[in-house]
């Protein structure tokens, strides 16, 4: 049974990568096609080889063998610029076809369209010289295999203690990326002792030279970007070159060379360095945060139950912490589920209790005029909670704007006018309210926060899980040649070959990312998130509710004072009872409902009882005045988001190694391969590059 499930396993995950794979396909080659990555007037080398012969006159006879993929394109050029060089002349050029074996004809004018099996060599103008040839792949793709050929005059300096061939092979001007570039500089002679012949490069730190004997260098790049430059530069401190006088320099320069390439090794390696070690510490923190959490995560899944006890209240008749409790903390913990931590659609009722507290307290009053709610400060806000001091503020800065006394749908003018700090002030509530539970051990912030984690592990695996999968197939596509051009012209030659070095490097990282996702995503059930204490406190709260609504069923019940009435109406109204509540006293108080018992004594003892019932007291019909106070606390509110909203949119050694990044010559003796898009006046494409 085990082997059948596995088979079926395996064949529904195979079916299922195989939909994607063809699925990303077909995206990926629609989006090629769109953009028109896969058909640009493009070049892209698989392979450049250089090989340097220096002769005993100081020449240098440069062969350069070109493996290209050429896109619409006719015409390809090799430039060259004399100002700042070195070299006196660019002589005895050759181009051939190495796929048919054919020579190029040579002609002696420039061409913008260069006629297929031809080509150029000559400046076009003080400075460039060029060498440009005919492709005839105008109107179609494909590979080609061209060699060429030339000889620099005069390219080795001889100094009193060395002799030095320096040559930039590309410069920063080259148009075409390469996937891998390599080549062999030949001495003329050898030399006695390997270590009298020494080589550096420039260009790519992932490139590399190397003495391969007593008389040749080699070096190789691998995917060598447009845009990069890349030289070589072989010293000999044995006599080999009979140079042309201009060459020779009658002082001694071998120390400031090995300076000077030092320099430049220390400086690319100190870069390269600082820059792994800081990435490679960043990356083991990681591993190691990600291991910690999934040992984490796995002793909680290992634990039984969230470890709470709860206790059977049905009833109960107290406030909980009755004398520094609040409303928005009674809320949270009457409403809370850990699903859905937030309290906001209670947030009128909230704040409307916290009005009627304040009142309770004896910060402020109200007085009803017809259905008409006024609202009056008293004294300030010493005492009071910092959550109750979040809505004190909206009160009291209303009063100020007034000028006194206001009718409770003021506050909307106020958020209208100071929207910014209306809905500050209601995030304070919310805020210091969380964080009072917080400092009262009645949540257990810690906990909070991983199972806010918890909650969204799963859909984290999967969306891991599903990326790596994309990124998988969109590799193993950009694998296919056709595909692989279009990835190159996009990303960049090294693209494929540095995301499957990234792919391996992250794999550890992605491992422990999915494990953790996994176990997290099994222990919601085991995380309490209210602390032992915070559930007791949730447990009395509900019963305290169920008491109010209940009363009048309870049997041998001791009957509350009107003044624990006025309390209980408080939290009735951030429970959104209040009018169940209400209901229930008239059982037992039918006397408070009457206007007659609204002395000035009683008045005076139970202002909010009296505010709350005043519609059933005085006969206002179609009027509640906690209704009023949600009403106006919602439209404030809803008010200063949406003035918000509208301000807002308003508003080395000798001996080789690795290549280097310096390079001492500011001008580029050979400029490159490749120029940018050029018309002729029939509208024509020169190149593409």
């Known amino acids: 049974m085990g ?41 892209i080398m698989d392979e450049l080889n250089y090989d340097v012969v220096l002769m005993e006159d100081g020449s240098a006879r440069i062969t350069e063998t070109w493996d290209v993929y050429i896109s619409y394109t006719n015409t390809l050029f090799r430039d060259f610029n004399k100002i700042g060089s070195s070299f006196d002349n660019i002589t005895d050029v050759t181009v051939k076809d190495l796929q048919t074996g054919k020579i190029l004809q040579q002609i002696d004018e420039k061409m913008y369209h260069v006629t297929t099996d031809c080509y150029y060599a000559l400046y076009v103008n003080s400075s460039n010289f060029e060498i440009a040839w005919g492709t005839g792949m105008e109107n179609r793709i494909g590979k080609k295999q ?9 390219v080795v300096k001889d100094y009193n203690d060395c002799e030095e061939f320096y040559w930039k092979l590309l410069s920063e001007e080259n148009a075409i990326p390469v996937k891998k570039v390599t080549g062999k500089i030949t001495m003329p002679d050898n030399v006695s002792k390997i270590e009298n012949l020494k080589a550096w490069g420039h260009g790519p730190l992932n490139g590399n030279i190397k003495i391969a004997s007593k008389n040749s260098i080699e070096f190789s790049v691998d995917n060598l970007e447009a845009g990069r430059m890349l030289e070589v530069r072989a010293v000999t401190t044995e006599d080999m070159f009979d140079v042309n006088s201009s060459k020779i320099r009658n002082y001694s320069y071998l120390n400031t060379i090995m300076q000077e390439e030092n320099k430049w090794a220390n400086e690319s390696n100190d870069v390269a360095n600082y820059f792994y070690i800081i990435l490679l510490i960043i990356y083991v923190i990681a591993i190691i945060i990600n291991l910690i959490q999934v040992i984490k995560a796995y002793k909680i899944n290992k634990k039984k139950d969230d470890g709470i006890i709860h206790s059977d209240i049905k009833y109960y008749r107290g406030i909980p912490r009755e004398e520094n409790a ?32 304040l009142a309770l307290k004896g910060y402020i009053s109200f007085r009803t005029v017809d259905k008409n709610v006024y609202v009056n400060i008293l004294k300030g806000s010493n005492g009071l909670n910092r959550d109750e001091e979040a809505v004190y503020e909206i009160l009291n800065g209303t009063y100020k704007m007034q000028g006194g006394e206001f009718e409770i749908s003021k506050i909307n003018t106020f958020a209208k006018n100071n929207y910014t700090k209306y809905s500050q002030l209601i995030n304070k509530m919310v805020n210091e309210s969380r964080e009072s539970m917080y400092r009262q051990e009645l949540v257990d912030k810690a906990d909070e926060k991983l199972y806010k984690k918890s909650s969204s592990a799963n859909d984290k695996y999967y969306f891991l899980v599903g990326a790596v999968k994309i990124l998988i197939i969109a590799l193993i ?5 056709i595909f692989n051009r279009a990835y190159i012209n996009a990303f960049g030659v090294g693209f ?6 990234i792919a ?16 997290r995503s099994k222990i919601q059930s085991k995380i309490a998130v209210l602390t032992q204490k915070g559930t007791e406190e949730q447990e009395k709260w509900k019963g305290l509710a169920k008491f109010m609504e209940e009363f009048s069923l309870i049997k041998e019940r001791e009957v509350p004072e009107l003044a624990l009435w006025e309390k209980y109406l408080v939290y009735a109204t951030a429970f959104g009872i209040a009018d169940k509540v209400i209901e229930q006293m008239k059982a037992k108080y039918p006397e408070v409902f009457v206007e007659e018992y609204w002395n000035d004594e009683n008045l005076q003892k139970y202002q909010v009882l009296n505010f709350a019932t005043s519609n059933i007291i005085y006969g206002v ?20 988001l949406s003035e918000i909203a509208k301000h807002s949119s308003s508003s080395g050694s000798g001996g080789g190694g690795g290549f280097s990044g310096g390079g001492r010559r500011p001008v580029a003796e050979a400029d490159g391969m490749g120029r940018k898009i050029v018309k002729n006046s029939y509208n024509k494409f020169v190149c593409a590059i």
Do not use: C, W
């Open 3 to 43: 082997t059948i499930n596995m088979k079926e396993f395996i064949k529904k995950h195979l079916k299922s990568l195989l939909k994607m794979f063809i699925i990303m396909l077909i995206i990926i080659t629609i989006i090629i096609l769109f953009t028109g990555t896969l058909f640009d007037k493009s070049q």
């Open 146 to 154: 061209y060699q060429i050929s030339y000889t620099v005059l005069n």
């Open 326 to 357: 609040t409303p928005p903390e009674a809320s949270y913990l009457y409403f809370f589920k850990k699903d859905k931590q937030d309290t906001m659609q209670h947030q009128s009722d909230i704040v409307s209790a916290t009005f009627l507290n």
């Open 477 to 481: 596509i950009g694998l296919l040649p």
């Open 496 to 501: 494929v070959g540095g995301f499957i070095t």
């Open 504 to 519: 391996i490097i992250f794999l550890p990282l992605i491992a422990t990312l999915l494990v953790k996702f996994k176990i």
């Open 621 to 640: 019909s179609n009027y509640h005045p906690l209704s009023v106070l949600n009403s106006s606390t919602d439209r404030a509110y809803s008010t200063s």
